[in-house]
């Protein structure tokens, strides 16, 4: 018998991702699969770095 019923199964480590991740991927994955677009990412991982960088970089500076 064929229905239209469909099971996904996701496995993660939480090495990779925590609570809050997976809450936020389940999210997005449910606009997706309504038809709605995702709102624009406003800061990358890379500008992530750089500001955590630069705020280092501030902190050495005022010890001395």
Do not use: A
Not at 28 to 57: F, H
Request: glycine share 4%.
């Amino acid at each position: 018998k064929l229905t239209n019923k469909y099971r996904i199964h996701l496995c993660f480590d939480n090495i990779f991702f925590d609570g809050w991740s997976i809450s936020l991927i389940i999210n997005e994955w449910q606009q997706l699969y309504k038809g709605k677009t995702l709102r624009q990412i406003q800061m990358l991982y890379r500008d992530y770095v750089i500001y955590r960088e630069n705020i280092k970089e501030q902190k050495n500076i005022k010890r001395y």
